[in-house]
């Protein structure tokens, strides 16, 4: 599932000006996250013309435009406006003339301009798109950022996510989100989790009931999004099961198809989780920065083993 994105969340992310008031934008969808500098599009040249972007307009292609005849600039943007692209955004606040404009509300295609620079909007622009649109999947859990790392606890429920939260957030600390986190795609590398718009910053306590976290902590406790970095899964500690006690090789769960590094600690009375949260998260960044202690352990009982036996060659 993707978010809707349309042309009016646009104009209000950017603070766009509209040269096309009469067109309600409120109804034209935005359903594609890269974006289209129509340069060849301009000289004539519409195949595999990718209409149904949102097109961004430089200084390059303005300049270019200047210098077409009366005639020529009608033929074009006929056939550009055709396509019945999402908008087209005029950056660095260039502005067309009026005859591009009402080509634009004839075939009720949206003209907006940026005071940005071109690359810098372009660069902005992808990267929200890319945000909301990514396909997206709620889950039950808790996400913190704890040093850095996105880190997502899960577990059944009243297993102690939100209490080792509340811990963590008091040992400074940051939520992003309690009982619902919403997980976004942006790439094969890459996800991000975000709260839900009406429980954003709230932590469910049973006992207790609802607090709000910025309200008690303040904003430096609280976080909109954050990228998963690892997985933590609470579970309750079996007698008859074995644990992981080395590390060597790393556990993963899958979200959306990206796989992300899993832990599965075991809750027993008198553990301390946010002191183990906040251990596995200094841990995965010292495995990102190269260090891995079980394997530096591994390399030890290896040297140790092969070091020749003293003792034999002094007395043979």
Not at 239 to 251: I, N, P, S, T, V
């Amino acid at each position: 599932m993707a978010a809707k994105v349309t042309v009016t969340d646009v104009i209000k992310k950017y603070n766009l000006r509209s040269l096309t008031p009469e067109i309600n934008t409120d109804e034209i969808r935005v359903t594609r996250t890269d974006i289209n500098r129509p340069a060849l599009q301009l000289a004539g040249y519409f195949e595999h013309f990718g209409k149904e972007r949102v097109q961004i307009i430089g200084l390059v292609e303005y300049t270019y435009i200047e210098k077409m005849t009366r005639e020529r600039k009608k033929e074009i943007f006929t056939q550009l406006f055709a396509g019945k692209s999402p908008c087209v955004i005029f950056c660095r606040s260039l502005e067309p003339d009026e005859e591009i404009i009402q080509l634009a509300v004839e075939n009720k295609v949206p003209l907006l301009v940026a005071d940005a620079m071109t690359s810098d909007f372009m660069s902005e622009i992808i990267y929200w798109l890319k945000v909301q649109l990514a396909p997206m999947i709620s889950i039950h859990g808790v996400l913190v950022e704890v040093f850095g790392e996105g880190v997502l606890i899960m577990g059944e429920s009243g297993i102690g996510k939100s209490e080792a939260a509340l811990e963590l957030v008091k040992r400074g600390h940051r939520l992003v989100t309690d009982d619902v986190v919403e997980l976004r795609k942006i790439s094969d590398e890459t996800l991000v989790g975000t709260a839900p718009d009406i429980t954003r910053h709230m932590i469910e306590l049973r006992g207790i009931g609802i607090i709000d976290i910025k309200a008690l902590f303040g904003v430096a406790a609280v976080k909109n999004k954050q990228n998963v970095d690892m997985v933590i899964k609470l579970e309750e500690w079996s007698r008859d099961r074995e644990y992981d006690r080395l590390g060597l090789d790393d556990q993963y769960v899958e979200f959306l198809g990206n796989k992300v590094v899993c832990y599965n600690i075991p809750i027993r009375p008198g553990r301390n989780l946010a002191v183990i949260v906040e251990s596995a998260a200094v841990n995965s960044r010292q495995k990102k920065m190269g260090y891995n202690a079980a394997q530096e352990l591994y390399r030890r009982v290896q040297r140790s083993l092969e070091l020749p036996d003293l003792e034999d060659g002094m007395f043979p």
